[in-house]
């Protein structure tokens, strides 16, 4: 059962403009939000998070938005560039405190920024 | 660049036999967590270890199993390998009181 969705494959955007990545979750007892990238033959690299405690937190370029009562959140990025082109990963933990436990990840968006 | 490493990188097996994957994690992170990755799949949790035990499991059978060990290195050991085995490895690592974790580039398998 895929706790945490993401129900698009593929979004393609033109430099310069906003992405808008989005995620939806269907546990109400997840209280924390993390996206990561990934490259071809690389590992997950941490983009920012997002506690349930908050509606938006920002980073630079990227800023997420957490819609507690919708179970969704997104990222945007703004301005895009060639080099966000990469798989996008929605994940959330139930943390029950400060250390991270389980991750339970969607299945990815796979970003592709043109000039 | 996250600290965390693993081996190998690259690696085929024949359906049955054994597998040691490793992981080297930062020094003063004490969680290591393993993740399986298959194609068009979001990574999916295995088991995590804190301070050496087993702290939290996924929906994977007995064959998977891990160690930690006091220098920040873990592995995570798979048996009677199966076809569908097959897949990208992920060691993360982190620290109690810290709301990240960081993953290493991944152990490719491909069992035959």
């Known amino acids: 059962d895929q706790q945490v969705k993401q129900n698009s494959p593929s979004l393609s955007v033109q430099e310069g403009r906003i992405s808008i990545l989005n995620c939806d979750y269907t546990?109400?007892?997840?209280?924390?939000f993390l996206w990561y990238k990934k490259y071809p033959a690389e590992g997950p690299t941490f983009l920012i998070s997002i506690s349930s405690i908050k509606d938006k937190n920002e980073d630079g370029r990227f800023t997420v938005f957490l819609n507690k009562s919708a179970k969704h959140l997104s990222l945007h990025i703004v301005p895009s560039q060639p080099g966000d082109s990469a798989v996008y990963f929605c994940a959330a933990s139930a943390n029950r405190g400060s250390t991270l436990g389980r991750l339970y990840f969607g299945r990815g968006t796979q970003l592709t920024v043109w000039p | 660049e996250t600290g965390v490493t693993q081996s190998p990188t690259h690696l085929i097996k024949t359906r049955g036999q054994q597998v040691t994957l490793r992981c080297s994690s930062q020094s003063g992170h004490n969680t290591v967590s393993w993740y399986q990755q298959a194609l068009g799949q979001g990574p999916q949790f295995i088991f995590q270890y804190y301070r050496e035990e087993e702290n939290g499991r996924g929906n994977f059978p007995p064959r998977f199993s891990g160690l930690q060990f006091p220098n920040y290195s873990s592995e995570l050991n798979v048996n009677a390998l199966e076809l569908d085995d097959s897949a990208l490895y992920l060691c993360?690592?982190?620290?109690?009181?810290?709301?990240?974790?960081?993953f290493g580039e991944g152990s490719w398998l491909t069992v035959v």
């Open positions: 993360a690592s982190g620290r109690t009181g810290r709301n990240t974790i960081y």
């Open positions: 546990n109400s007892m997840f209280d924390y």
